[in-house]
């Protein structure tokens, strides 16, 4: 994996940073972010510095719960993201975004930089955000009433947008170790096409809420299997550049077997830039005269200032990224701890991958939804596991990316619920 620009002395940092807007573009780096970039940004904001966020996080619950459920990260924006946001907005640069060009530009030399992946940047168009890129990929190769394949316990959103696109969930459950379970999928594929009619698998690449990496070796039986049944590949692989150490992410796309797959890719989990709408769908070769009859205005709905902010955490933000990976594995590691400290009937994997820990709270008799019981009597905002579909009663799923010290005071909360 390479790394970004050589390191300086980390002066004092102030949370937000003051930031300069006398440079020459959106996203020339400076030497502000040498300073800033390398420390770990999940230990720079305060609680008090987060409750005055007005993003759904903070603001869903009373303040004396400690959110620690949807997936934003408590963390300042990568100076090189906060300065060309800055600057577009001190500009007045707040119009329609010009075309994909310029982000499918920073993500191809990034997935290159990180993955040694090559993305064919004129198969790719601009998207308003993930899902809406995965609903439009859908409808580039299913119709309505046809399957789409997902692997449960999975990000609630699939079913939800999947069904609001008319198309029927066919589930083929993880198995042991969180990893895809082959005879599950087989089996699902053939449900899925018995009929005779196109389905889709939508996979998660990484697996959100369990921090599966899947492996080249797992991608290329997906690929061998959807192959023999006709299946199209959907990759959702917004967590890829949160892999973390010792995983290695693999591009769907990269592997044998993939070429009439499609990919979405973002910047928006790992610089935490969901309210900067924009994403990218990535064609096969095969797939890409598919993804040329999606109409060009979709990408109209991707705002110019996601796409700037995008473009910018791509091409300057690794330095800022790599203190984020180093912290959330300081966190992933700091949770074992506390788990063995206050929670040791509850049950985790350590993810390979995301910043989300899924926890079997199944011991501790809490019923299906202890999540409710955590939120109600322990003032601790989790994800509840019954959303994630089939495997997910009796767990949570719980957002590492935040300080220690909120991740301490959070599982120590969840244990006075017992
Ligand atoms: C797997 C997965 N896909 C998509 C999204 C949402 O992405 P977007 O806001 O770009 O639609 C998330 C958000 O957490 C996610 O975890």
Redesign the pocket.
């Known amino acids: 994996m390479a790394r970004g620009r050589t390191v300086g002395p980390h002066g004092p940092v102030h949370p937000t940073g003051g930031i300069p807007l006398t440079l020459q573009s959106h996203d020339t780096p400076a030497r502000t972010d040498i300073r800033t970039d390398t420390v770990n940004p999940l230990r720079r904001l305060t609680l008090d510095d987060l409750r005055r966020r007005t993003s759904m996080k903070w603001r869903a619950h009373p303040d004396d719960v400690l959110p620690l459920w949807?997936?934003e990260m408590d963390a300042p924006l990568a100076e090189p993201v906060a300065r060309a946001l800055t600057r577009a907005v001190a500009e007045g640069d707040t119009g329609y975004p010009v075309d994909g060009a310029e982000y499918a530009d920073a993500l191809a030399a990034f997935a290159e930089r990180r993955w040694n992946w090559r993305v064919e940047t004129e198969h790719t168009a601009l998207v308003?955000?993930?899902?809406?890129?995965?609903v439009e990929m859908l409808g580039l190769v299913t119709d309505p009433g046809d399957a789409v394949i997902v692997n449960p316990p999975?990000?609630p959103?699939?079913y939800a947008f999947v069904e609001h696109a008319g198309r029927r969930i066919v589930e083929a459950p993880l198995g042991a170790e969180h990893r895809l379970d082959f005879s599950a999928l087989e089996d699902a594929y053939a449900r899925a096409v018995a009929e005779g009619r196109p389905a889709v698998h939508l996979l998660?690449n990484p697996?959100?809420p369990t921090g599966t990496v899947h492996t080249r070796a797992e991608l290329e039986r997906v690929a061998e299997l959807a192959r023999e049944h006709g299946i199209r590949v959907v990759s959702?692989e917004?967590?890829a550049p949160l892999v973390l150490p010792g995983a290695v992410h693999v591009p769907y796309l990269s592997v044998r077997g993939s070429d009439d797959a499609f990919a979405?890719l973002?910047a928006?989990?790992a610089w935490n830039l969901?309210g900067c709408?924009a994403?990218l769908a990535v064609a096969g070769p095969e797939s890409a005269a598919d993804l040329a009859r999606m109409p060009e205005e979709v990408g109209h709905g991707a705002s110019h200032l996601g796409v700037i902010a995008h473009v910018a955490a791509l091409r300057y933000g690794d330095d800022w990224l790599d203190a984020l990976l180093a912290g959330v594995d300081e966190n992933r590691r700091l949770l074992v701890e506390l788990l063995d400290r206050h929670l040791p009937d509850v049950h985790h994997r350590t993810p390979q991958g995301?910043y989300?820990a899924w926890l079997d709270c199944r011991a501790l008799g809490l019923g299906d939804d202890p999540a409710a019981v955590f939120l109600e009597r322990g003032r601790v905002a989790l994800n509840s596991g019954l959303d994630f579909g089939t495997g997910g009663a009796g767990y949570v799923r719980l957002n590492l990316a935040t300080s220690p010290e909120i991740l301490t005071e959070a599982v120590r909360r969840m244990a006075t619920v017992l």
């Open positions: 949807v997936a308003p955000d993930v899902m809406l890129g995965v999975v990000y959103p699939f998660c697996h959100n959702d917004i967590h979405l973002s928006s989990k969901a709408k994403a995301t989300l």
